[in-house]
């Protein structure tokens, strides 16, 4: 594929990970995500044969690479602060993309995984394996500094950043991380 099929595909998946992460699957209509990303809808089909489905699979697991690499980048920024620190920097930066986004981008994830795990097996796997592996980074960070029980551990962190993120969007306040920070330090 070209550079500019590359370019189109890519602005597809930005599309569709924008209308998922802010309004859930089924404001994820094929006309939006075209609408949306500016690319002839011919090219839809051409990139994603699987079409709907497989375009907010992929965008899910963007989604989940990128959050990875924020999760990455606040552990080096914060390598001699420890996970507390790391944990912090993590909610810090998520609450200012979520601020940024006027309220509407809070995790990549959890609307397609509430809408659509009990009732979509490609989804729900999509969804289970961007979760696993931030647990997994979570559970190594933890385990490296020590944590007795570092797979329950990394489990909890999740829920509470999750549940924190959600919280951050009803209100339309950070303070709901802000305080999620502070009993994570508690917890790690």
């Known amino acids: 594929m070209g550079q500019k099929g590359e370019e189109t595909r890519g602005k597809l998946l930005d599309a569709t990970q924008r209308l998922i992460e802010t309004g859930g ?6 006309n939006q995500i075209v609408a949306a990303s500016g690319a002839p809808k011919g090219s839809l089909y051409f990139h994603f044969p699987g079409g709907k489905d497989q ?7 963007r ?16 390598r001699d602060g420890g996970t507390t620190e790391m944990l912090a920097a993590l909610l810090d930066v998520l609450g200012t993309r979520l601020e940024q986004s006027d309220w509407r981008q809070g995790c990549p994830v959890a609307t397609v995984a ?42 909890a962190v999740l829920a509470l950043i999750e549940g924190a993120l959600v919280l951050a969007r009803a209100h339309r306040s950070r303070e709901p991380l802000h305080r999620a920070a502070r009993a994570l330090a508690l917890l790690v």
């Open 25 to 30: 699957y089924f404001n994820a209509g094929l």
């Open 55 to 61: 375009l907010i699979e992929e965008a899910v697991r």
């Open 63 to 78: 989604g989940g690479e990128e959050i990875s690499a924020l999760l990455a980048g606040a552990e080096e920024a914060s």
């Open 114 to 155: 509430l809408e659509m795990a009990a009732g979509n097996t490609a989804l729900q796997k999509a969804c289970s394996e961007v979760y696993a592996s931030w647990e997994e980074a979570l559970a190594d960070l933890l385990a490296s500094d020590g944590h007795s029980s570092p797979q329950s551990a990394a489990t």
